[in-house]
Each structure stands twice: as structure tokens, then as C-alpha cells.
């Protein structure tokens, strides 16, 4: 049985279609498929004549990643993975309905799928070139999450949407830049090419969302301010939280705390995310009242907040034992 919004949420779906036009004029936040890098530009070129020399080199790069960092970047690919479930979510703004709409946000929502999907295809076969990961285990782990689901705490408010997404595309973007420096200081410069390249997309992708719920900001400040607060309270859902091997049911929290432990996604940067979000929509000079008022002091007070725990739980975090990962064939990481 379907569900029926409430007035309120209703209200805001209508709002989102009335953007319809700025959607398009934005949509050159997407590159041109003839233009735009595919995969195989930054992977061996098995056709060459000297496709061994290629192969060997590209192995020989890849054997300098430390195992944390490849637990990192399993965990980012499997995430990227799991596009099909998200792309799902954010199908209620779209209102794709026949597939393949020319209405704007529709033609949005395809164009990034597209384009979001190649971040798991390179990391894919990135990863299986090296020879280093257990591919199965990484494959049932991708099954599984795809699988499990995802529910990023946002429905029926197809504000959160928005909202998720903008916080989302960030955290990719950090994580993905992150990983790109630390393995190029490691020696990896192919994978440290391919890391940027991603986090490049990631950000495109950030400035259209914040951009079109800055829009909402505009139009509706009382209501988008009480939608952020609520996604806030709640904590921003990880995409890959469901992730599973078929052996380590905590499996998404040993590989955030090593992503932690290696700085490439910190406690840190979920607070910046937050107070770059609060500033970027003008949250604390928008003209609300009553609850929306209350919304708009607590958020401003969010990024300080999550601040302020960070050294706590940096320290905790250096307490944890090092954890075995069927990724790369039970090694501690």
C-alpha cells in the first residue's frame, strides 16, 4: 500500500517540482559523455603490444598501499557499489515513472547514476588488477549491501533528499582526495590519479545539490531549516552501514574506525561538513520563527559541537585493536 504524505511533505514536493527550471539550467553540473573520462583511461590497456610491461608496472605501483588504506579503499568501492539503492531514494524527486523522462530533475537523477557509476567500475577493477584483495569476499560483500538495502532516514520529506546528498557528495569528495594523497605519498601514483578524478565528480555533484536546496532555502526557509535540523538529530546515515561479508557482522564500524585511525574520514570532517552546509545555505541569517528558530539556533551550534568531541573520541579510537578484514584475506588493518 502506498503511503500518503503529509500535508507538509506534500508542500515540499511541490516546492522541488517548482525548481523544475532551475534544475535545468544547473544541469551542466554533469559533464558531456563524449567529453567526460571513462574508466579505462586510467587502467593498464590489455589490447597494447606491451600490455605485460603496463600490467607489471601498474602491479608494482600497487604493492606499495598499506593494508589499511586498502581496507579504505575497498570500503569506498563498495559503497560506490551499492549506486542502484541510492539512485532508488532520490527517485521520488525525480518521479522518473516511464524511465526515461526529459523532465529536468529526471534527466538529473540518470545523468548522475551515470556518471556515479563509473566510480565503482574503475575501483572495481582497479582493485582486481592489483592481485592484492580477496575479490570474492569483496563481490558477496557488494551483494549483500545491495541486497540489505538502504534507508537513509529521510522519507517521506523529499527535502532530506536533497539534504543527505549535499552532506553525501562532501563526504565522498574527503574521503576520495584523502585517499588520493596518502597513497600518493606511498608511491601509488595511479591510484592517486584515479582518487582525485572521483573526488573532482564528487565535488560537481556537491555544488548542484547544495545549490538547489540553497533554492528551497530561499523559498521555504522555515520548512528546509526544520528538515535539516531533523536529519541532523538523527545523525547522517552512512550509505554502506549495511555492508556484510558473510562473516563480520560489524563490519562498516571496523572499517570506519580504521578510516578514522588513518584520517582519511574523521570526526573532524563530519563537523566541517556541518558547519560548511550551515554556511553555504545562510542558515544562521535566515528570518524564521517559532520551532524553525529553534532549529536554526541548534544547527548553527552542531559543527562546534561535533568539534568538541573529537578529541575524545580520537582517543577512544586509539584504544581499538587492529581487526581482521576477509578483503584482504583476514590481515589485521
Known amino acids: 500500500m502506498a503511503t500518503t504524505l503529509r500535508k507538509e511533505d506534500q508542500e515540499h514536493l511541490e516546492i522541488l517540482r517548482s525548481l523544475e527550471s532551475e534544475v535545468g539550467e544547473n544541469l551542466n553540473f554533469l559533464g558531456s559523455v563524449d567529453k567526460i573520462w571513462q574508466p579505462s583511461e586510467y587502467l593498464p590497456d590489455l589490447t597494447g603490444e606491451d600490455w605485460r610491461e603496463q600490467m607489471q608496472d601498474f602491479r608494482d605501483q600497487a604493492q606499495t598501499i598499506s593494508d589499511d588504506l586498502l581496507v579504505i579503499l575497498v570500503g569506498d568501492m563498495v559503497t560506490e557499489e551499492a549506486l542502484p539503492s541510492y539512485a532508488i531514494q532520490l527517485n521520488l524527486i525525480a518521479e522518473d515513472e516511464e524511465g526515461n523522462s526529459p523532465r529536468p530533475w529526471a534527466k538529473w537523477l540518470r545523468g548522475w547514476t551515470a556518471e556515479e557509476n563509473r566510480h565503482g567500475d574503475l575501483l572495481n577493477a582497479y ?3 592489483t592481485g592484492r584483495v580477496d575479490m570474492r569476499s569483496i563481490e558477496v560483500t557488494i ?3 545491495i ?4 534507508n537513509p532516514e529521510g522519507y517521506p520529506d523529499p527535502y532530506n533528499g ?3 546528498t549535499s552532506f553525501q557528495e562532501r563526504a565522498t569528495k574527503i574521503s576520495h582526495g584523502n585517499v588520493g594523497r596518502i597513497v600518493g605519498q606511498q608511491g601509488e601514483k595511479n591510484l592517486s590519479k584515479i582518487c582525485q578524478k572521483i573526488a573532482g565528480d564528487e565535488s560537481r555533484h556537491e555544488a548542484f545539490y547544495t545549490r538547489m536546496m540553497h533554492k528551497v532555502m530561499d523559498v521555504d526557509p522555515e520548512g528546509g531549516i526544520l528538515s535539516f535540523r531533523n536529519m541532523i538529530r538523527t545523525l547522517i546515515a552512512m550509505p554502506g552501514r549495511l ?3 558473510g562473516h ?3 563490519l562498516f564500524d571496523h572499517f570506519a574506525v580504521v578510516a578514522q585511525k588513518s584520517e582519511v574520514y574523521t570526526i573532524h570532517d563530519y563537523a566541517s561538513i556541518l558547519t560548511h552546509l ?4 545562510d542558515v544562521a541569517n535566515r528570518k524564521v520563527s517559532g520551532k524553525a528558530a529553534k532549529a536554526q539556533d541548534y544547527l548553527c551550534k552542531q559543527g562546534e559541537r561535533y568539534s568538541s568531541l573529537a578529541e575524545a573520541v580520537t582517543e577512544h579510537l ?3 585493536p587492529k581487526r581482521k578484514f576477509s578483503w584482504i584475506y583476514n590481515r589485521k588493518a
Open 248 to 250: 563480520d557482522p560489524d
Open 318 to 320: 586509539e584504544t581499538q
Open 147 to 150: 541486497a540489505n538495502g538502504f
Open 127 to 129: 582493485l582486481r588488477l
Open 143 to 145: 551483494h549483500n549491501l
Open 162 to 164: 536533497l539534504i543527505y
Open 243 to 245: 555492508m556484510y561479508d
Open 278 to 281: 550551515v554556511s553555504t545555505w
